[in-house]
């Protein structure tokens, strides 16, 4: 058990892509520091550096210069099989496009991060598989195939998926993304469950209305940090989701209009 505050701690990290000859800095020495159990919101433009940052801190890159302490081990210098390793034991994604092996099923889906970890030994895969799947509400749909499923559910998948592992931070890049506001709000309801739960929450958004579910939004342009905001009152998913007309409520009340 962590029994640091801290979860996250960067200092003066940047990110320099090579192509050829030409250099793109598009991290120019950001320091952030993340309290384990917060939920964490990344604006920024596009092309600001948002994603090249939360690969930095989910460990699926590292940065040209700087530090970064991950629970107090700093992983800013592992080789490929060392990330790997950290990655699968702390860290879940989730990503705008759901990023699902599509000739594969729900269950092969969620199961996928426990091929490449040792499991988990105290309980059978197959129990830890359905718990996850059940967790966001899938159960019915273990037997089906991505392409079966809405976008609202793809998401879902991905995001059992992150929890298999049972880690401590999920990163969510832009996850909404591609979603209608009813079910993004749907998703970030999830989100804000698992972070009462004690999941430290990293979310990556360019609309500030989403970016509001968090406690914290971090502001991000060219590469660099331009400020900060602590959200008091953060918006509740759950609660404005009961404001918000379902699908069948609109084609319903659309039905009362046509005179017969
Ligand atoms: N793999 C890469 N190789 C070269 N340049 C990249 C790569 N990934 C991102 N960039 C560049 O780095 C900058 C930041 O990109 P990115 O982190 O994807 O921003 P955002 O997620 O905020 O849109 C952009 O200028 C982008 O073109
Ligand atoms: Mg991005």
């Not at 990503?95 to 729900?106: E, G, M, V």
């Not at 909404?176 to 993004?184: A, I």
Request: include cysteine.
């Amino acid at each position: 058990m962590n029994m640091n505050k801290k979860i996250i701690e960067i200092k003066n990290v940047t990110k320099i892509y090579k192509i050829d000859s030409l250099k793109v800095n598009a991290l120019n020495g950001i320091d952030l520091e993340i309290d384990n159990g917060e939920f964490l919101s990344i604006m920024g433009p596009s092309g600001s550096g948002k994603s090249t940052l939360m690969n930095i801190l989910g460990c699926l890159d590292i940065p040209t210069s700087g530090s970064y302490l991950l629970e107090d081990e700093d992983v800013s210098k592992l080789n490929d099989n060392q990330l790997a390793e950290i990655r699968n034991k702390k860290v879940g994604f989730v990503f705008q496009t759901f990023n699902l092996l599509s000739r594969t099923n729900i269950t092969g889906n969620v199961e996928l991060p426990l091929i490449y970890s040792k499991g988990k030994k105290s309980r059978s895969r197959k129990d830890l598989i359905s718990e996850v799947i059940n967790s966001v509400g899938l159960a019915e749909w273990v037997r089906h195939r991505p392409n079966e499923l809405s976008g609202g559910q793809r998401q879902r998948v991905a995001i059992a998926r992150a929890l298999v592992n049972d880690p401590a931070i999920i990163l969510a890049d832009e996850p909404t993304g591609n979603l209608d506001s009813r079910t993004g709000e749907e998703i970030m309801a999830i989100f804000q469950s698992l972070n009462r739960q004690g999941k430290t929450i990293l979310f990556v958004t360019h609309e500030i209305d989403l970016a509001k579910h968090a406690g914290r939004i971090i502001y991000l342009k060219d590469g660099a940090i331009t400020g900060e905001e602590i959200i008091k009152d953060p918006i509740d998913a759950q609660k404005r989701l009961e404001d918000m007309p379902k699908l069948e409520d609109k084609i319903n009340s659309l039905g009362e209009n046509i005179s017969l």
